[in-house]
């Protein structure tokens, strides 16, 4: 009996030629580590390759009302659920090969249970999100096709989005992978296995150091994972020594060079205030309009907007507390949600 092919799936919808170097690099050191398992790379055209999405997701992303990540949430799963294997977030970079075991669990993710993020500042409610978002971490997962959790994730993304025209918060597919568990049992349960994130953060915020041999060992050590970032100017040098940055653009010979309206900024060409105050212009939009606010409310979208203020500052008591409260919200509506839809009892 021919043995089943074993992926590793990841998801850029420009297509790698048109990724940003950053994705670029990741996606080669996928290349690189992926164990002699298949790497599937899709791109918006390929997707219905691979699965069938719902009239309803296509939809929501056709109309604008659906963000490109909210998007991926929904093929990630599916993916994991029709083929089993890997899922890996474009901007995850690989340091080391990824162990046998991904690929023969029932499910695996990263748990987020500390106390204190990669650079040490303290977090009172969890990792950011608290008790309510990001326990469980989706940019990396693994399981078996026909995975139940996967296959309720499925459905109450379905059906979330069949009563919605809009995202109450950015992570709600978080919220809803975390009822899905609630109904399971799973939320909390050692059936999960996993393991802690953050020597998988530490490259993250290190890519516009100075690199070193060193601090490269450190780094690397007890991950093979690493989540980076492609929205971020990144420099080459810094303090006339090559950057993190670099160090992985060298190592897989990728030029930093931006494809044409890929949106990527490289060689730090982009003051920092000026970046911040594009990303709120970019954000106000989206966030404060009549149908946000007829839907929510003015006082939950003048609380993501205080939220989003607020993050520049991400250690702040202000930010844990508007953060907070948001996804406390926006957990009791997307609650809502899925009782009128049939998915939870009443």
């Known amino acids: 009996m021919k043995a089943r092919p074993q992926y590793l799936f990841t998801f850029w919808r420009q297509g790698e030629e048109n990724a940003p170097p950053l994705v670029k690099a990741c996606l080669a050191s996928m290349r690189a580590h992926v164990s002699g398992r298949r790497l599937v790379v899709l791109d918006g055209g ?63 993710t990263l748990e987020y249970t500390r106390r204190r993020d990669v650079a040490g500042r303290k977090e009172p409610d ?28 499925l459905a109450d993304l379905e059906a ?38 953050g020597a998988c953060l530490r490259l993250q915020a290190r890519l516009a150091s100075a690199s070193s041999e060193e601090g490269w060992r450190e780094m690397t050590s007890g991950s093979y994972l690493h ?40 060689r730090g060409q982009e003051h920092v205030l000026l970046r911040k105050l ?13 149908r946000r606010i007829k839907a929510y409310g003015v006082g939950y979208v003048s609380l993501q907007v205080l939220e989003k203020i607020f993050s520049q500052r991400p250690e702040s008591a202000a930010y844990s507390k508007t953060h907070r409260a948001v996804y ?18 009443e």
Not at 79 to 100: I, K, Q, R
Not at 278 to 290: E, I, M, Q, T, Y
Not at 328 to 342: I, P, S, T
């Open 46 to 108: 390929s997707v219905g390759d691979w699965i069938d999405v719902p009239r309803i997701i296509r939809a929501r992303l056709e109309e604008g009302l659906m963000s490109v990540q909210h998007y991926a949430d929904y093929i990630r799963f599916a993916l994991l659920h029709t083929y089993g294997g890997v899922w890996a977030d474009a901007t995850c970079f690989f340091s080391a090969d990824l162990p046998d075991s991904l690929w023969e669990r029932e499910f695996f």
């Open 126 to 153: 969890g990792s950011g999100g608290g008790a309510l978002v990001n326990r469980y971490a989706i940019f990396f997962m693994s399981g078996q096709a026909g995975n139940e959790l996967f296959a309720e994730v």
């Open 160 to 197: 979330y989005w069949d009563s919605e025209h809009d995202a109450v918060a950015y992570l709600v597919t978080d919220l809803l992978l975390r009822r899905a568990m609630l109904r399971l049992g799973l939320w909390g349960s050692e059936k999960i296995c996993s393991y802690q994130p």
């Open 227 to 266: 989540k980076c970032t492609w929205r971020i100017a990144l420099p080459l040098t810094k303090n006339g020594a090559d950057t993190f940055y670099k160090k992985i653009l060298d190592e897989y010979r990728i030029p930093d060079e931006a494809p044409a309206g890929s949106g990527n900024l490289t």
């Open 278 to 290: 594009r990303s709120f212009a970019a954000f106000l939009p989206g966030a404060v309009n009549s």
């Open 328 to 345: 406390e919200f926006a957990d009791q509506y997307v609650e809502r949600v899925l009782k009128k839809a049939g998915v939870e009892k």
